[in-house]
Nanobody
Framework: QVQLVESGGGLVQAGGSLRLSCAASGRTFSSYAMGWFRQAPGKEREFVAGISRYGGSTYNADSVKGRFTISRDNAQNTVYLQMSNLKPEDTAVYYC??????????????WGQGTQVTVSS
C-alpha cells in the first residue's frame, strides 16, 4: 500500500506558475513509477505527466509540453509537478498516482485525494 498526499494547488493568474507536490508513505517510493493526472469539471480525467522509478524517463501530454515538468526526489518520497505559463484551460483537480509504469496507458494502482488548481484569465 502507498498513501499519496498532494499539495501546492491554488489560484493563479494566467501566465503564472505553481509547483505541486505529492508526498508518499508506505511501501518503498522508488518501487513505483509516478504520474500526474487532472480532471476538469464535466471532463474525463486525463494524463498530464509521468516519471519512471528513478527519474530516467519522463512523459508529458502534448497539451503541457514545454510548460510542465515532472520530477521526483526518492530520498524525500516526493514527486513534483512544476507548472509554468499556466492557462485557464489548465484549471482542474490534479491527482498524483503510483504504478508500475509511467506512460499515459500504464496502470496506476494508488491515487491521492487531489489538489485544486484554478487559473484566472
Amino acid at each position: 500500500q502507498v498513501q499519496l498526499v498532494e499539495s501546492g494547488g491554488g489560484l493563479v493568474q494566467a501566465g503564472g506558475s505553481l509547483r505541486l507536490s505529492c508526498a508518499a508513505s508506505g511501501r518503498t517510493f522508488s518501487s513505483y513509477a509516478m504520474g500526474w493526472f487532472r480532471q476538469a469539471p464535466g471532463k474525463e480525467r486525463e494524463f498530464v505527466a509521468g516519471i519512471s522509478r528513478y527519474g530516467g524517463s519522463t512523459y508529458n501530454a502534448d497539451s503541457v509540453k514545454g510548460r510542465f515538468t515532472i520530477s521526483r526526489d526518492n530520498a524525500q518520497n516526493t514527486v513534483y509537478l512544476q507548472m509554468s505559463n499556466l492557462k485557464p484551460e489548465d484549471t482542474a483537480v490534479y491527482y498524483c498516482a503510483a504504478g508500475l509504469g509511467a506512460t499515459p496507458t500504464s496502470k496506476y494502482d494508488y491515487w491521492g485525494q487531489g489538489t485544486q488548481v484554478t487559473v484566472s484569465s
